[in-house]
């Protein structure tokens, strides 16, 4: 019985150092040679000043939910009571057909052209009015961009090409060149924004 429990004991210490030591250190070393920006936290500074991370959505409005008319929106989000809660990152968990998903979106359509002063027949991207699956997502699509372009160039007193140049600067490709669609980063073209304006 002496030998069984001494060999138990060894074996639970190799599991012990291989799992609780070996594996993070190199775990960690991956991450911060092929991966460091990435790994600590992708944060977005304006003069030394943490802004935000750009690998987490934030809001870009004032303190009563009003929309910041000179900056890019993300993508509504459902993280948290009031949305952009990194602590709490979250779907919404309607479905579809959800009577209450549906009138959300329809509300959405109609603040999103109100705010970009579209016309009510203009189609409104799919990532301008529904919440992504955590609720933080920070890019938004081309197309989300370009029609916003042009009241940020308002709001900035900008010309427009410019703004466009912005978002062609931050536009990001798909993932190992075939996954998903080229994406915007929002909190990173609106900090360029706000240096070049």
């Known amino acids: 019985m002496r030998r069984q429990l ?19 250190v ?12 990435q790994a600590n936290g992708s944060f977005v500074k304006v003069d030394g000043k943490v802004v935000g991370s750009s690998l987490i959505g934030q809001n870009f409005a004032d303190e009563d939910g ?6 890019f929106q993300p993508r509504p989000s459902a993280a948290g009571k009031d949305g952009y809660d990194a602590t709490a990152s979250s779907s919404s968990n309607l479905g579809p057909s959800n009577p209450e998903l549906l009138k959300a979106v329809a509300d959405r359509v109609a603040a999103y052209r109100q705010l970009n002063q579209l016309p009510n027949d203009t189609p409104v991207p799919v990532d ?43 536009t990001e490709p798909r993932q190992l060149g075939v996954l998903g669609e080229k994406v915007v980063n929002v909190l990173e073209l609106n900090v360029d924004l706000d240096h070049h304006s």
Not at 26 to 37: D, K, P, T
Request: glycine share 8%; net charge positive.
């Open 6 to 24: 001494v060999t138990g004991l060894l074996a639970t210490v190799a599991l012990l150092v291989l799992t609780c030591g070996i594996y993070p």
């Open 26 to 37: 190199a775990v960690w070393a991956v991450g911060q040679v092929a991966f460091e920006h």
């Open 66 to 71: 009003t929309p910041i008319t000179k900056y």
């Open 128 to 170: 301008a009015v529904t919440a992504s699956g955590s609720g933080l997502d920070p890019d938004i699509s081309i197309a989300n961009a370009r029609l916003q372009a042009a009241r940020v160039a308002r709001a900035r007193g900008m010309p427009l090409g410019a703004v466009m140049t912005a978002i062609a600067r931050h």
